[in-house]
């Protein structure tokens, strides 16, 4: 985990830097703009078996801040569902509910500017996590407890926008460390999902 963490603050970091040597080589490209996105996740469980996947939602706030005409610094706070599917004899939804933080460098392909690809680092916090028996909804346990408050992700994707008014997003989460916290699931259980997301903008 303390790795992770210093990895995180190293990247933020460096983003800060990058942003400053941009902005003092072109100063006129510094903008930034708001923007709300909502959307689906395909997500899943990763461990030695894997899980099924479940289809989720995500939605929140980002902010874009251009620090040159061909890349840019994002941040987000996002509500994300998250979580998968155990199957067996009683297969089990779970239902993990977090807050995200991703912290991103984009970078525009194309001389218009509209498709970008982008990665960094995300940091969420488990708000909620229940595991549903699927043959009975009122079987429900509560397993906050039993995980890990923070988790931290690796996010990579790609962009389109469209008119500078709106965003189509593809983007993959690979989680990097244990949502257990607890002997009693798997210590080697991580986050992974892909998401798919509209954005519109405004200043």
Not at 178 to 183: C, F, L, M
């Given at each position: 985990?303390?790795r992770?963490?210093?990895?995180?603050?190293?990247?933020?970091?460096?983003?800060?830097?990058?942003?400053?040597?941009?902005?003092?080589?072109?100063?006129?490209n510094?903008?930034?703009?708001?923007?709300?996105?909502?959307?689906?996740?395909?997500?899943?469980?990763?461990?030695?078996?894997?899980?099924?996947?479940?289809?989720?939602?995500?939605?929140?706030?980002?902010?874009?801040?251009?620090?040159?005409?061909?890349?840019?610094?994002?941040?987000?706070?996002?509500?994300?569902?998250?979580?998968?599917i155990?199957?067996?004899?009683?297969?089990?939804?779970?239902?993990?509910?977090?807050?995200?933080?991703?912290?991103?460098?984009?970078?525009?392909?194309?001389?218009?500017?509209?498709?970008?690809?982008?990665?960094?680092?995300?940091?969420?916090?488990?708000?909620?996590?229940?595991?549903?028996?699927?043959?009975d909804?009122?079987?429900?346990?509560?397993?906050?407890?039993?995980?890990?408050?923070?988790?931290?992700?690796?996010?990579?994707?790609?962009?389109?926008?469209?008119?500078?008014?709106?965003?189509?997003t593809?983007?993959?989460?690979?989680?990097?460390?244990?949502?257990?916290?607890?002997?009693?699931?798997?210590?080697?259980?991580?986050?992974?999902?892909?998401?798919?997301?509209?954005?519109?903008?405004?200043?």
């Amino acid at each position: 985990m303390k790795r992770v963490q210093r990895a995180v603050f190293c990247l933020i970091f460096s983003l800060s830097i990058a942003a400053r040597s941009f902005g003092q080589d072109d100063p006129e490209n510094l903008s930034f703009r708001f923007k709300l996105k909502w959307g689906g996740s395909y997500t899943w469980l990763h461990d030695d078996e894997g899980t099924d996947p479940r289809i989720r939602t995500h939605a929140g706030l980002g902010l874009d801040f251009k620090v040159s005409s061909k890349s840019a610094l994002g941040t987000e706070l996002i509500f994300s569902q998250q979580g998968g599917i155990f199957t067996g004899d009683d297969s089990q939804r779970k239902n993990f509910n977090y807050l995200s933080v991703p912290c991103i460098m984009a970078y525009e392909l194309n001389r218009s500017g509209n498709f970008l690809f982008h990665g960094g680092l995300q940091y969420s916090y488990l708000v909620s996590a229940k595991y549903v028996t699927e043959n009975d909804p009122s079987r429900t346990i509560d397993v906050k407890d039993t995980l890990n408050q923070s988790d931290f992700a690796f996010v990579a994707g790609m962009s389109f926008i469209a008119n500078d008014e709106a965003e189509l997003t593809l983007r993959y989460v690979h989680g990097l460390t244990s949502i257990s916290d607890s002997s009693l699931f798997d210590q080697g259980l991580t986050n992974r999902g892909i998401q798919v997301s509209f954005a519109f903008f405004f200043k």
